[in-house]
């Protein structure tokens, strides 16, 4: 956040001698001097959120610039609210969530700072492009935004054209303009033991390595199985075809925000309504029913989107603990083609 700031205002602050208000934003409908004023606007209301854990709706608080502020002013309030939308992600544990509409109605700490960002990045663009001056973020910021809060686009080469493209402000070859758009914050789902949530490209790049993905887990987590199917998602993102809510969500048990293992889909359901799910649990995790009061809530969060019919799971025969989670969860044994697993299905409740 800080490193955004930094770039913003020291480059906007070598033309505040200029005229502002008389030219438009770029592609906005805003002159430069509202894009300015809305980018601090921005940040102070995440930050609001974020330190106040807002949790139905916006913090009831608006900012206005004193009368006569000029555009240095306004450069320097620009700075204090990107200070203090740092100070409270900084200060925000690592579970804490606040609302923002989009998609899902809350964001974590990573996501407040990943859209506090955007905002500067991107109106900044919008202000240098009116004022005729030439500006590229460092790659590390953009990077840092389309991992976190833009998992559905793929990256490419150079992230900034990238985000540029995502947002409606560039139209590079191969690629059609971008009309509307929204970033997304990642979906959690709650239980009453547990918090599936779900992965970013930057936590799944993570995690397919060595690291622990920004959670802490208990001892011997995560497992490999984890780190796998983390790189799987890492590579649908950089190939573009990541859909984050048909990814992997990590088990953080909430009474000590330590994570116990990961659930996911291995894809988007396909044309006849199938999705299949598979899951892994840290060993000290086992038996105590957290894998089965998992798969039942994500089993019935896919059933309820539409088009989706039946969930599956694979299992291999001799794995007796996963076919009694698959079981106890609601799943049906069904006919496998492969001889060295049996299937399971938990299909959509009928009507009537």
């Given at each position: 956040m800080e490193q955004a700031v930094a770039e913003c205002v020291g480059l906007l602050g070598a033309v505040t001698e200029r005229d502002w208000e008389g030219v438009r934003a770029g592609r906005l409908d805003w002159d430069c001097r509202?894009?300015?004023?809305?980018?601090?606007?921005?940040?102070?209301?995440?930050?609001?959120?974020?330190?106040?854990?807002?949790?139905?709706?916006?913090?009831?608080?608006?900012?206005?610039?004193?009368?006569?502020?000029?555009?240095?002013?306004?450069?320097?309030?620009?700075?204090?609210?990107?200070?203090?939308?740092?100070?409270?992600?900084?200060?925000?544990?690592?579970?804490?969530?606040?609302?923002h509409p989009y998609p899902f109605r809350s964001a974590n700490r990573e996501g407040f700072?990943?859209?506090?960002?955007?905002?500067?990045?991107?109106h900044t663009?919008?202000?240098?492009?009116g004022l005729g001056l030439s500006y590229e973020p460092a790659p590390e910021l953009c990077?840092?935004?389309?991992?976190?809060?833009?998992?559905?686009?793929?990256?490419?080469?150079?992230?900034?054209?990238?985000?540029?493209?995502?947002t409606g402000r560039a139209e590079p070859p191969?690629?059609?303009?971008?009309?509307?758009?929204?970033?997304?914050?990642?979906?959690?789902?709650?239980?009453?033991?547990?918090?599936?949530?779900g992965v970013t490209p930057a936590a799944a790049t993570d995690l397919s390595t060595v690291g622990d993905g920004g959670y802490p887990w208990i001892e011997g987590g995560p497992v490999e199985g984890t780190r796998v199917g983390a790189g799987l998602i890492y590579k649908q993102?950089?190939?573009?075809?990541?859909?984050?809510?048909?990814?992997?969500?990590?088990?953080?048990?909430?009474?000590?925000?330590?994570a116990l293992g990961a659930m996911g889909f291995h894809g988007v359901p396909d044309e006849a309504g199938r999705v299949e799910i598979?899951?892994?649990?840290?060993?000290?995790?086992?038996?105590?029913?957290?894998?089965?009061e998992?798969?039942?809530?994500?089993?019935?969060?896919?059933?309820?989107?539409?088009?989706?019919r039946t969930v599956v799971a694979m299992v291999e025969r001799g794995n007796l603990p996963s076919q009694n989670v698959l079981a106890r969860a609601g799943f049906t044994q069904v006919p496998a083609e492969d001889p060295e697993h049996l299937a399971y299905e938990l299909r959509e409740p009928r009507e009537g």
């Open positions: 509202q894009t300015a004023v809305h980018i601090a606007e921005d940040l102070i209301a995440y930050a609001g959120q974020l330190a106040g854990r807002e949790q139905d709706g916006y913090s009831p608080f608006e900012l206005s610039l004193e009368e006569g502020t000029d555009n240095a002013g306004a450069l320097r309030v620009i700075s204090t609210t990107g200070a203090l939308l740092a100070a409270a992600v900084r200060t925000a544990p690592r579970d804490v969530r606040a609302f700072a990943a859209m506090g960002v955007a905002e500067v990045l991107l663009h919008d202000i240098c492009e990077d840092f935004v389309l991992s976190r809060i833009f998992p559905h686009v793929q990256p490419g080469p150079t992230p900034w054209p990238a985000l540029l493209w995502a191969g690629r059609a303009l971008v009309t509307g758009w929204r970033w997304n914050n990642n979906l959690v789902i709650g239980t009453e033991r547990l918090t599936l949530e993102y950089e190939d573009g075809v990541h859909r984050p809510e048909w990814g992997m969500y990590v088990l953080v048990r909430r009474e000590d925000d330590r598979g899951y892994d649990l840290v060993e000290g995790a086992r038996g105590h029913g957290y894998a089965t998992a798969l039942r809530a994500l089993s019935a969060w896919a059933l309820k989107q539409d088009g989706v």
